[in-house]
């Protein structure tokens, strides 16, 4: 067989962009992403997409109404589909058996459901979400159990790598494709029509072929990997606050060795987004469910010192802001879980207002590209909160950092923005109320120049010479 039509279902951060560059790469396909939500098929199709991400929306432009479609016509899109691929969202179960670890697989049951149902010719299906391992073996066993005359299946492993805000990068010039196939005769067919695919612009030796459960655990691990660099980074953050060490030295020297290598090693408030935690707290789960308590455990660390990075720097604020800041006007720079997305999904800048809120606080918030409405969401919905209208009255939105910092006492940044860099804190300075602190989450702004200012600095694992915490009598030194 030759692939000639693409379905994908879930038109999401991981399904959008990974099917524009296919179709972009492959003009002979014809792609079809699909969703269940009728709003995001509409915003596909318009001139504002559903997420922001550097490059998209020039490939969009470049592909779709020519081989590349947004549907919400599902059945159609299967039923004429060589190959689908399924990437809708697998998130941490918040009820039942294995709540707040174990992926909850419901989204990807009801995708294969829709495609045994539907399918009425051979099909590639091709597990694209990030599941446990032996996910596939469900998605097999529905298939399978519900087949129709004449209609066979084979299910493929194919995790997707993208990080978001460089994900048209990444996609384009991937380090490595991974796919994962049953080692019969079919199956191996399979995997090189994905590869075929794939060959349109990854060269060769950058498609990786495995078994499925191997290409399965892969992603699991991958990102567990890069988790572990940044809570190993952050757990020696602490360790330079309180000998006089610099995080970023330490960082540059460890990371020279070549076994080490420079990336994944900048100490932050901790990391967030859809994947980390998530996929940790899977593998975590998984651990448990095999009987390997002391895995479990092992990987479990890097989540909770994750939590506790995040705890240990909001603590840091409210101290120096001499240990209260009940009514205080407090401006948050920075809202998505990274720099270059709109995304909030885990971002500790949630965690930080949450608890500032909680304190009391008046938040001021500016991101340049998380909606307004999705700010208020994350910080007022019933998870959050259970007084969404009280916290709702101690949170302003603004258009402009600027705007966001007239009148504040303190500046709280937590996303590593390049335009915080850029901003003039002298006037910053004057607007704002004395003494002005700048509590800087992300290690990015020239703290010597703002000292000389007059502003009070504190960062991320190194403990600044004029750092000027003036503590409230009987405050708590931190840990
Ligand atoms: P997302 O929430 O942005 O998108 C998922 C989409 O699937 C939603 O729009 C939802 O409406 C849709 N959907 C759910 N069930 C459906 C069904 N039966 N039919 C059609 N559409 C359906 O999620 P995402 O961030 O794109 O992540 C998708 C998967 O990829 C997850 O497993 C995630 O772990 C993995 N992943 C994500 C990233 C990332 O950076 N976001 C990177 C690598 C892997
Ligand atoms: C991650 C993986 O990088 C990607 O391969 C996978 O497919 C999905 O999960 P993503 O979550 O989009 O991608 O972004 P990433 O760049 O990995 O950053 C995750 C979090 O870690 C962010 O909050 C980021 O600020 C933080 N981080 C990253 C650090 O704190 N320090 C670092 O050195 C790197």
Redesign the pocket.
Same mark, same amino acid.
């Given at each position: 067989m030759v692939i000639q039509k693409i379905c994908c279902?879930? =038109?999401?951060?991981?399904?959008?962009p990974t099917c524009s560059v296919i179709a972009l790469k492959c003009p002979n396909i014809k792609v079809t992403v699909?969703? @269940?939500?009728v709003e995001?098929i509409n915003q596909w199709n318009s001139d504002k997409l559903p997420?922001y991400e550097p490059g998209l929306d020039e490939v969009v432009e470049q592909c779709r109404g020519k081989n590349l479609f947004f549907s919400t016509n599902?059945a159609k899109s299967i039923q004429e589909a060589d190959l689908i691929f399924i +990437?809708?969202? !697998?998130p941490t179960k918040t009820f039942g058996n294995g709540k707040g670890r174990a =992926?909850d697989l419901k989204?990807i049951e +009801? $995708?294969a459901r829709?495609i045994a149902d539907l399918a009425t010719s051979n099909k590639i299906v091709v597990e @694209?979400? !990030?599941?446990p391992v032996k996910a596939a073996e469900i998605i097999m066993k529905i298939l399978r159990a519900n087949t129709k005359p004449g209609v066979e299946y084979q299910i493929l492993s194919n995790?997707?790598?993208? =990080?978001?805000g460089t $994900?048209i990068v990444d996609l384009v010039e991937a380090e490595r494709v991974l796919i994962g196939g049953e080692d019969t005769p079919e199956g191996q067919r399979a995997v090189q029509e994905l590869c075929w695919v794939y060959e349109h612009w990854i060269p060769a030796k950058n498609i990786l072929t495995t078994n499925t459960w191997s290409s399965e655990l892969s992603?699991l691990a991958a990102n567990a990997f890069l988790a572990q660099r940044i809570s190993s980074i952050n757990s020696l953050s602490a360790v330079c606050e309180a000998t006089g060490a610099d995080v970023s030295e330490v960082a540059r020297a460890v990371g020279r060795d070549s076994r080490i290598g420079p990336k994944f090693l900048e100490a932050s408030i901790g990391f967030g987004?859809?994947?980390f935690q998530?996929?940790i707290l899977n593998l975590i789960y998984l651990c448990e469910c095999l009987n390997l308590p002391e895995v479990a455990a092992y990987w479990q660390q890097v989540v909770s010192l994750n939590d506790y990075q995040k705890t240990r720097f909001t603590r840091k604020v409210i101290e120096s802001l001499f240990n209260t800041v009940s009514d205080k006007k407090i401006a948050v720079l920075g809202f998505s879980f990274k720099k270059n997305t709109g995304?909030t999904?885990e971002s500790p800048a949630i965690y930080v207002s949450n608890t500032l809120l909680d304190e009391g606080a008046k938040l001021h918030i500016y991101d340049p590209k998380v909606e307004h409405d999705q700010i208020y969401y994350e910080l007022t919905h019933p998870y959050a909160t259970s007084e969404p209208e009280k916290v709702r009255k101690n949170i302003e939105i603004h258009d402009t950092a600027y705007s966001a910092v007239t009148g504040a006492h303190a500046i709280v940044l937590c996303t590593e923005w390049d335009e915080f860099k850029e901003l003039d804190f002298k006037k910053i300075y004057e607007v704002m109320m004395k003494p002005a602190y700048i509590f800087d989450g992300r290690k990015i702004l020239d703290h010597e120049a703002l000292q000389n200012i007059g502003f009070h600095v504190q960062t991320i694992g190194k403990r600044l010479a004029r750092s000027g915490s003036i503590r409230a009598q009987g405050s708590q030194t931190m840990p």
């Open positions: 279902l879930g =038109a999401g951060y991981v399904g959008g699909c969703d @269940k939500s995001r997420i599902i +990437s809708v969202n !697998t =992926a989204y +009801s $995708a829709m @694209k979400s !990030t599941v995790p997707e790598f993208l =990080a978001e $994900a992603k987004g859809s994947c998530k996929d995304d999904r």
